[in-house]
């Protein structure tokens, strides 16, 4: 089985810069999230999806971060403008609805912004 | 709520020597329990999940996690470090069911020497 895809794997831009990242979960996951991961820090949650609704965003910066997930499969996020910290690793997750709550990672998006 | 704190930033051992990496958790509900691992420019891979069944729970590459509730804990373990084993450990907690919105620890990294 195909595993969470991203992309791009590395993004570098200036601040004050758009960003948009891509994820393709694991067909048939019903459940997406996207995490913030900061260098020397565990994950942070971002936004998690339930197909095509938001479940919780509670940590999303609002003003300058947002997301969708169209047609509740593939989703993009997008920082606009960027910040020197949100330098940071994107991870998205996927998970079954009928799963036993385990999550599968894709590879992450490092993002630099000088 | 819920929470999880691991207990240590770096663990350093010999190689051929055990494993132990902390996390304490809380939650006020039962909790389903994960520890991942992420090489260098990977992504975050599962190495096992406890769920309300056996408390002491055999993942991938040689490594388990005792469930206690008495002690709120879920430390991990293996009997012989290799030197593939460095890498960071995170310890993530969760409510099972419904949204399950999981929470992740800042992470231990696990240094293995020659």
């Known amino acids: 089985e195909a595993g969470v895809a991203q992309s791009p794997r590395y993004k570098i831009i200036e601040k004050r810069q758009s960003v948009a990242f891509w994820c393709n979960p694991i067909?048939?996951?019903?459940?997406l999230y996207w995490y913030q991961q900061i260098l020397g820090q565990g994950p942070k949650l971002l936004i998690q999806?339930?197909?095509?609704?938001?479940?919780?965003d509670s940590q999303l910066p609002k003003d300058r971060f947002s997301a969708e997930r169209l047609k509740g499969v593939d989703s993009t996020l997008k920082i606009q403008p960027a910040k020197l910290e949100d330098s940071a690793v994107y991870l998205c997750?996927?998970?079954?609805?009928?799963?036993?709550?385990?999550?599968?990672f894709g590879p992450g998006t490092r993002l630099t912004v000088l | 709520a819920q929470s999880v704190t691991q207990l240590d930033s770096h663990v350093s051992v010999s190689e051929g020597t055990p494993v132990l990496l902390r996390c304490n958790y809380s939650?006020?509900?039962?909790?389903?329990l994960f520890w991942y691992v992420q090489h260098p420019n990977k992504g975050l891979q599962l190495l096992l999940k406890?769920?309300?069944?056996?408390?002491l729970v055999k993942g991938i590459n040689g490594f388990e996690a005792e469930f206690k509730k008495s002690e709120t804990s879920f430390h991990l373990t293996k009997p012989s470090a290799h030197m593939s084993d460095a890498a960071e450990y995170f310890c993530?907690?969760?409510?099972?069911?419904?949204?399950?919105?999981?929470?992740f620890g800042r992470g231990t990294s696990l240094i293995v020497h020659p």
């Open positions: 939650s006020s509900y039962s909790p389903s």
């Open positions: 993530v907690v969760s409510v099972p069911g419904g949204s399950y919105i999981p929470t």
């Open positions: 999806f339930q197909n095509n609704g938001v479940v919780d």
């Open positions: 406890y769920t309300s069944a056996a408390t």
């Open positions: 067909s048939g996951h019903a459940t």
């Open positions: 997750a996927s998970r079954s609805a009928g799963g036993a709550d385990t999550q599968y």
